[in-house]
């Protein structure tokens, strides 16, 4: 059960700073897949700096917690992925069409679904 945990918390971690990277490096072409834009040099660099930043990380803090086995290194990524839901929720009641942004809630949502259990279950060996 540790070996996966650790895999799966790993993997979310390198999911978390390839898309990171990707908005670090290419945010105009990561954008649009994801209805995104951004006018102008200010919206980029939001994109870049923000978002990039912010991904590489949250990732790399999960990738800690993965190669040290220990959960309880999980708490910010834990903490951030909440974040992250509560604004999905949000947006799918207040927004229009809001909706939309289902598949979003989902994916976010195993990805805290794998960061909590993760933070309850893995154990770092003494």
């Known amino acids: 059960m540790q070996m996966i945990l650790r895999a799966a918390t790993a993997l979310s971690a390198l999911v978390l700073c390839v898309l990171g990277a990707a908005f670090l490096i290419t945010p105009d072409l990561i954008m649009a897949p994801l209805g995104l834009q951004a006018d102008g040099a200010i919206g980029l660099n939001f994109m870049r700096g923000d978002v990039g930043a912010s991904l590489i990380l949250i990732g790399a803090l999960a990738g800690r917690a993965a190669l040290a086995g220990d959960g309880s290194k999980l708490d910010i990524p834990v903490a951030w992925a909440m974040l992250l839901l509560a604004g999905r929720i949000v947006g799918m009641v207040v927004d229009p069409d809001g909706l939309a942004a289902l598949p979003l809630f989902a994916a976010d949502a195993g990805l ?15």
């Open 112 to 126: 805290l679904l794998v960061l909590m259990l993760g933070r309850w279950k893995m154990k770092r060996a003494v």
